[in-house]
C-alpha cells in the first residue's frame, strides 16, 4: 500500500515545528484585520459646516456661527443644522461685533425663511473626536460622498481579485515565494499611503493593500494548513481566525491614542514590517514541493520537522523515495504551443479561453438542484458579507462612541468562531444557518423600535447580538457551501460563490453612507429583509448532516428535496452526463478543475 503524505505528518505527530509555522501565518491576521476595517478611523463621518472667515476672526462660538449663518435641516432623520449651505449676509459688517450686539444689528422682522442661500466653498469640521480624517483631507462632502464610500468599496475590490489569483499564482509558484513578494509590496504601498497628497494615488494605494494583503493572508493560511495532520486542520481552521478578531479589537485602542489619520495609517501599516521573519523562518509548504517534484527540498524539511517535534528521523532513503512515489496532483504548465507546430492566433486563444470559461460557469446552472444550490448561494453569500460589513462599519449611525463600537464588533467574532461548532454538529447545517439569519434580521429590524434611542445600552447589546449572528452565519456558509457542491465543482464552485459574495462587501459602504444621511434606520432595514429573504431562500437547500459529500452531479441531484426525495443517489440526469460539452465537465475530468480561493 503507497504511502501518502498524512501518513507522514502522522510520524511527526504534532510539536513545535508544527505551532510556529501555525504561529508565524496566523500574526498576519492582526494586521489584515485592522486594515480591513480601519475606514472607521480613517474616514469616519464627520459634522462639517460651510467655513465663513468673517465669523472665525469674530470669536464667536461653535454655536453662535450654526445660529447666525446656517438653516436648519434633517440628517438622519433627526434635525441638524444645514452642512453644505449657509445664509447670504453681509458677515464682514459683523466681524468686530460680539454676538449679542450681531443679533441687535440684524434688520427688524427679518425672518430665516426669507434669506437667500448658496452652496458652501469651503468647509470647517468637526475636531473634537478626530484631528483630521481623510474626510477633511479631500473635502469628502457636499456631492462627493460616495468618494468616501469608494475608499472602503475599492478596498474590498482588491480582495475580490486578490483572492482567485492569490489561489493561482500560490499553486503555481509555491506559497513561500509569493506570500515574501506580496509582504513586501504590501509594506512599501501601505506606508506610501500614509503620504499620499493625493485622493487617487491613495485609492490605489488601498486597493493594492488588500489585494498584497489578501494573498499573504491565503498563503498563510495554506502553508498552515498544509503543515499540520487532518486531525489537527479543525482546530488549526478555527484558531487561525483569531487574530483576525484581535486585530479588530486592537484598532480602536491604537485609534483612541492616534486621531489623526496619516498617523493612524502609519500605525498600522510600520508594524508590519515585523512580518519579513516570516520570510526567513518560514518553510516552504513540503506539500507543494512534493507535488512540484522538488523531493530533496521536501525530505529536508521533514527530517527537520522530526528533530525539532522530538520524533526520529526518517530513513533519508525510504523518505526520498516515498515522497517521489506519491500519487500528487500536477500543478498547471504553460499552455505553450508544440515546438513543431504553428501557433494559434491570440485573439482565437483569448477567445476560446473566454469561451471555456464561461462554460466552467455555466456548469453551476445546468441542471435543477445544482442551479437552485447555486443561485441560494450566490445570494446568501452576497447578503453575508454586506450584513457583515454593514454592522462592523456603521458605528455612525449605531453608536456615538466608534472606539467602545469597534472593540465590541471584534469581540462578537471569538465566540462566533467556537460557539457555532456544537449547533453545526448537532443541528446540521441548515437549521442552524437559517436560524442565525433570522435572529441577525429580527436584531436589525427592531432597533428602530426600541425604545430609549441609540444611546441605551441595550440598543448597542442588540446591534451586537445581530453582529454575532451575521458573524455565526459567516462561518456555517463557508461549510456548508463546501459540502453541497459535488467534489469534482467543490473548489471552483466555493471560489465562485465567495467572489460573488464579495460584491456585498463592495455594496455595503453605499448603502450605510448614502442612505443612512436620510434617516439611520434605512440601511438597518435593509440588512433586515436581505437576512429574512436569505432565511427563506437557503430553507429551499438540502441539509448535508451526516450525508456522503457528493462526488458528482449525478450525487447532487439525487439531494433529498421536497420534490425529489424519491431520487436514488445513481440516478444520472441526462443533463449532466450527455451532449458534446459534457465530455470537457470537470465531473467527468476531475483534474481539469481549476484551483480557486
Same mark, same amino acid.
Given at each position: ?5 498524512e501518513d ?7 510539536g ?15 494586521f ?11 474616514s469616519?463621518v ?6 465663513i ?9 461653535k454655536?453662535q ?6 438653516p436648519?435641516?434633517?440628517?438622519g432623520?433627526e434635525a441638524?443644522?444645514?452642512?453644505c449651505?449657509m ?7 459683523v466681524?468686530?461685533?460680539?454676538w ?9 422682522g ?8 448658496r452652496p ?5 469640521y ?31 475590490v482588491g480582495?475580490?481579485f486578490?483572492?482567485p489569483?492569490g ?5 503555481r509558484?509555491?506559497?513561500?515565494k ?8 504590501f509594506?512599501?504601498v501601505?506606508?506610501t ?6 485622493y ?22 495554506i ?10 486542520r ?8 483569531v487574530p ?7 484598532l480602536?485602542?491604537v485609534?483612541f ?11 498600522m ?6 512580518l ?5 523562518l ?17 525530505e529536508?524539511?521533514?527530517?527537520r ?10 530513513d533519508?532513503?525510504w523518505?526520498?523515495?516515498?515522497l517521489k512515489e506519491?500519487q500528487t ?9 508544440e515546438p ?8 482565437s486563444?483569448l477567445?476560446?479561453t473566454c469561451k ?6 455555466m456548469?453551476? %446552472? =445546468? /441542471?435543477p438542484v *445544482?442551479?437552485r444550490? #447555486?443561485l !441560494? ?6 447578503v ?7 454592522i ?5 449611525n449605531?453608536s456615538?462612541d ?20 456544537p449547533f ?18 429580527v436584531g436589525t429590524?427592531?432597533l428602530?423600535?426600541?425604545p430609549?434611542?441609540?444611546?441605551t ?31 469534482? %465543482? =467543490? /473548489?471552483r464552485? *466555493?471560489?465562485?460563490? #465567495?467572489? !460573488?459574495g ?5 455594496i ?10 436620510y434617516h439611520w434606520?434605512?440601511?438597518s432595514?435593509?440588512?433586515?429583509a436581505l437576512?429574512?429573504?436569505a432565511?427563506f ?5 438540502p ?19 421536497s ?6 443517489p445513481n ?21 481539469s ?5
Amino acid at each position: 500500500m503507497t504511502t501518502s503524505f498524512e501518513d507522514v505528518l502522522a510520524k511527526l505527530e504534532s510539536g513545535p515545528w508544527n505551532w510556529l509555522i501555525f504561529l508565524l501565518c496566523s500574526l498576519w491576521g492582526l494586521f489584515g484585520g485592522m486594515q480591513t476595517v480601519a475606514t472607521a478611523f480613517l474616514s469616519p463621518v464627520t459634522d462639517h459646516w460651510c467655513h465663513i472667515p468673517e465669523l472665525h476672526a469674530a470669536n464667536w462660538t461653535k454655536e453662535q456661527i450654526w445660529n447666525y449663518s446656517l438653516p436648519m435641516t434633517t440628517l438622519g432623520g433627526e434635525a441638524h443644522h444645514a452642512q453644505c449651505e449657509m445664509y447670504v449676509r453681509e458677515y464682514s459688517l459683523v466681524t468686530k461685533l460680539t454676538w449679542d450686539e450681531a443679533l441687535l444689528s440684524l434688520p427688524e422682522g427679518e425672518g430665516e425663511s426669507e434669506l437667500q442661500r448658496r452652496p458652501c466653498v469651503s468647509w470647517d469640521y468637526d475636531t473634537e473626536v478626530f484631528n483630521t480624517t481623510l474626510i477633511s483631507e479631500w473635502d469628502l462632502v457636499c456631492g462627493k460622498e460616495g468618494l468616501k464610500s469608494l475608499i472602503q468599496s475599492i478596498f474590498m475590490v482588491g480582495v475580490f481579485f486578490g483572492a482567485p489569483l492569490g489561489g493561482y499564482f500560490a499553486d503555481r509558484y509555491g506559497r513561500k515565494k509569493l506570500m515574501t513578494g506580496s509582504l513586501w509590496v504590501f509594506i512599501l504601498v501601505s506606508i506610501t499611503g500614509s503620504f499620499s497628497p493625493y485622493y487617487q494615488l491613495f485609492l490605489l494605494c488601498r486597493f493594492l493593500i488588500a489585494f498584497t494583503g489578501n494573498i499573504v493572508y491565503q498563503t498563510s493560511y495554506i502553508i498552515a494548513v498544509e503543515s499540520c495532520t487532518a486531525r489537527q486542520r479543525g482546530v488549526v481552521g478555527i484558531l487561525f481566525s483569531v487574530p483576525f478578531a484581535l486585530g479588530v479589537m486592537a484598532l480602536p485602542v491604537v485609534a483612541f491614542h492616534v486621531r489623526q489619520w496619516r498617523l493612524l495609517h502609519l500605525a498600522m501599516s510600520v508594524p508590519v514590517i515585523v512580518l519579513i521573519t516570516n520570510t526567513i523562518l518560514l518553510p516552504e509548504s513540503p506539500r507543494w514541493l512534493v507535488q512540484a517534484g522538488r523531493w530533496s527540498e521536501a525530505e529536508k524539511e521533514l527530517q527537520r520537522a522530526a528533530r525539532w517535534n522530538g520524533r526520529k528521523p526518517f530513513d533519508s532513503s525510504w523518505l526520498l523515495a516515498t515522497l517521489k512515489e506519491m500519487q500528487t496532483e500536477e500543478i498547471p504548465k504553460d499552455e505553450a504551443p508544440e515546438p513543431d507546430g504553428p501557433s494559434p492566433p491570440a485573439s482565437s486563444s483569448l477567445t476560446d479561453t473566454c469561451k471555456g470559461a464561461l462554460r466552467g460557469l455555466m456548469v453551476f %446552472l =445546468r /441542471t435543477p438542484v *445544482l442551479r437552485r444550490i #447555486s443561485l !441560494v448561494m450566490y445570494f446568501d453569500w452576497l447578503v453575508c458579507t454586506m450584513v457583515y460589513y454593514g454592522i462592523s462599519l456603521n458605528s455612525a449611525n449605531f453608536s456615538a462612541d466608534p472606539f467602545l463600537y469597534m472593540f465590541l464588533a471584534g469581540l462578537m467574532e471569538l465566540p462566533s468562531y467556537t460557539l457555532t461548532i456544537p449547533f453545526v454538529v448537532k443541528f446540521g447545517r441548515k437549521a442552524p444557518l437559517v436560524a442565525f439569519f433570522v435572529l441577525c434580521a429580527v436584531g436589525t429590524l427592531v432597533l428602530m423600535v426600541l425604545p430609549g434611542g441609540r444611546d441605551t445600552w441595550w440598543f448597542l447589546s442588540v446591534v451586537m447580538a445581530s453582529k454575532f449572528c451575521i458573524t455565526s452565519a459567516y462561518q456555517v456558509i463557508y461549510l456548508y457551501c463546501s459540502e453541497l457542491y459535488p467534489t469534482c %465543482l =467543490r /473548489t471552483r464552485g *466555493l471560489g465562485v460563490t #465567495s467572489m !460573488v459574495g464579495r460584491t456585498g462587501a463592495i455594496i455595503s459602504p453605499f448603502i450605510t453612507d448614502m442612505l443612512g444621511v436620510y434617516h439611520w434606520a434605512i440601511p438597518s432595514t435593509i440588512f433586515g429583509a436581505l437576512s429574512l429573504v436569505a432565511a427563506f431562500l437557503t430553507c429551499l437547500l438540502p441539509e448535508t448532516n451526516n450525508r456522503p459529500l457528493p462526488d458528482t452531479i449525478a450525487d447532487v441531484e439525487a439531494f433529498p428535496l421536497s420534490h425529489a426525495s424519491n431520487r436514488r443517489p445513481n440516478a444520472h440526469p441526462a443533463s449532466a452526463s450527455t451532449g458534446e460539452e459534457d465530455a470537457e465537465e470537470p465531473c467527468i475530468s476531475p483534474t481539469s478543475a481549476t484551483s480557486s480561493v
